[in-house]
């Protein structure tokens, strides 16, 4: 189990995350949403080992991150993020064995490419496994760098796998597979915990929904719990109406258009008549 209890961090003096504690057990994929800088990414690098916390703690298995060895995290940890700074030519093969990097000495084993196979395979990447990485769009990236990832973790069911918004440049179906992915490896009792934007994504995927605002936690429970019109306005500032599909048994939200005039925002699109401009201070006019 992965469990985080009361964890903050502070940069130059401003609390981005504050007190949080929640917790990811074997077999369970938990979703984390919220607007931007609500704090969902400097939660997953704390978990990641890319930041330190301020205070609280983060413990694996009963035992703290930072007590373990670097090489037996790896075997047990990883994260996809949502940059990658690759700047020479590897293939994707080179990139994706990458990922075992952890688990041989000098040279991969028989075992370890089956591992890389396989995650190229269910991703999608294994028809150009010797092109170069850099050639390819940013949606077939984005799936290299998730075989890469998987491989870290394949054979080990113990798992924890964080994904940063796996799903951002991705096709209709690949959205779809990549999620399906990480819930079938949660049922083998893989632990998931993954940033979306996409809220019935996370409603149809996720076994809980655990929703962040101004970098505390506002709410925790499986989406028929937490996913009503209130909450999401409360998160989102969003209007919307929720049904419950009657195949998965889940809400499914409908999002209200929202309207704004263009005068509120350009008030050069309305102009002011001439007498009303001396008589208003210039300023609420800049404003309007």
Known sequence: MLRIEELSYEIKGHRVLKDVSLQVRK????????????????????????????????????KRIDKYENRTLAQGRAMLSQQHAINMAYTVKELVVMGRYPHFQSSPSVKD??????????????????????????????RVQLARVLSQLWDNPDALLLLDEPISALDLHYQQKVLSIAKSLSRQGFMVLVILHDINMASLYADRIIMLKNGRKWLDGTPNEVLND???????????????????LKPHIFFKEMHIEPSFFNSSLQPVPAEDFWRTDRTQIQEK
Not at 35 to 61: C, D, Q, V
């Open 27 to 62: 077999g369970e994929v938990v979703a984390l949403l919220g607007a931007n800088g609500a704090g969902k990414s400097t939660l997953m690098r704390l978990i990641s080992g890319e930041l330190k916390p301020s205070s609280g703690n983060i413990t694996l298995f009963d």
């Open 113 to 142: 490419w089956k591992i890389v196979q396989e995650t190229m395979a269910i991703c999608g990447v294994a028809d150009f496994a010797d092109r170069v990485y850099l050639s390819l769009s940013g949606g077939e990236q984005q």
């Open 230 to 248: 209130k909450n999401i306005y409360t998160i989102f500032s969003v209007e919307s109406s929720i049904s419950v599909d009657n195949h998965s």
